[in-house]
């Protein structure tokens, strides 16, 4: 069967019909966006208050979740700065300016694959829509969430919910195994990584760690990258990122927004983003 092609991005006045706090500084809201319910695992949006004040510019949000017959899409947020925050403190009924659906996501692995999910933190969001896919198309894939701590893993309970396989790890044990995300996974890998292949997002230490790892055993990796970004269409070039294909004498700065944000491990150079 024959995908159905993914919209080209819009740009709506989008009522927030939804919001969950999560505690702390984490939540899950809503939005009502007709072209970015129908987005592909990996893809984002800009997000905006319409109320915006000061904030010039728009924040991305990787897309968790969409519901094409509600013409309805969800992020998961966490407030980290005056951008995020603002977002954060919308309440139901409020209206965002959104565009979307934007970017390159994730490739749909072949049913006879293992798939491996790395998510760091909030970098976990992409893979409850990409879980779907996965689940629709019978593919056999397992999540390890990792972070610092328990209180970074506000979506275990979320993920559960919908039958996503978890393995969980935090920095301090607080929660699941103590130690890095990528330990239980290079214990997975090492019962046998035939037909593996690996999809991670989340911190650059993280990426870069599963970048070395599937490199090491020739697997197939994908990464969802997070650079800062501007605009989201390519524009602005405040998200480049150093990217370099076989044949290649150097890398190349390309805008993670539009080429990306996921890109086969193999290509990125680390590290991947321009230094200030």
């Known amino acids: 069967m024959t995908a159905s092609p993914l919209p080209g991005?819009?740009?709506?006045?989008?009522?927030?019909?939804k919001r969950e706090s999560l505690g702390g500084a984490y939540a899950l809201l809503t939005f009502e966006h007709a072209e970015i319910a129908r987005a592909g695992a990996g893809q984002f949006a800009m997000i905006q208050p319409e109320a915006a004040g000061d904030?010039?510019?728009r924040r991305p949000f990787s897309i968790m979740y969409t519901d094409r017959d509600a013409s309805q899409f969800t992020v998961f947020l966490k407030s980290v700065g005056p951008g995020s925050k603002a977002v954060f403190d919308l309440r139901e009924g409020?209206?965002?300016r959104v565009l979307g659906p934007l970017g390159r996501g994730f490739t749909m692995p072949s049913s006879t694959e293992r798939v491996f999910l790395v998510g760091g933190g909030y970098g976990v969001a992409p893979f409850a829509l990409f879980s779907r896919g996965l689940h629709e198309a019978g593919v056999a894939f397992h999540l390890f969430y990792g972070g610092r701590s328990a209180s970074e893993l506000p979506l275990v309970e979320e993920l559960e919910r919908h039958g996503i396989?978890?393995?969980?790890?935090?920095?301090?044990?607080t929660r699941g195994a103590r130690g890095r995300v990528t330990a239980p996974l290079v214990e997975a890998l090492s019962r046998g990584n035939e037909g593996a292949r690996l999809y991670a997002c989340g911190p650059e230490a993280m990426m870069h760690a599963v970048a070395k790892i599937a490199a090491e055993r020739s697997?197939?990796?994908e990464l969802s990258l997070d650079p800062w970004m501007g605009c989201g269409l390519g524009t602005c070039l405040g998200c480049v990122v150093k990217i370099q294909?076989?044949?290649e004498?150097?890398?190349k700065n390309r805008p993670a927004c539009t080429e990306g944000p996921v890109f086969d491990s193999r290509r990125v150079v680390w590290p991947h983003a321009e230094q200030p």
Do not use: H, K
Not at 9 to 17: F, G, K, M, T
């Open 245 to 247: 294909d076989v044949g």
């Open 9 to 17: 991005p819009a740009d709506r006045l989008s009522r927030l019909v």
């Open 249 to 251: 004498l150097r890398p």
């Open 55 to 57: 904030l010039l510019l």
């Open 165 to 173: 396989p978890l393995t969980l790890s935090t920095d301090d044990g």
């Open 219 to 221: 697997i197939p990796c």
């Open 94 to 96: 409020e209206n965002a």
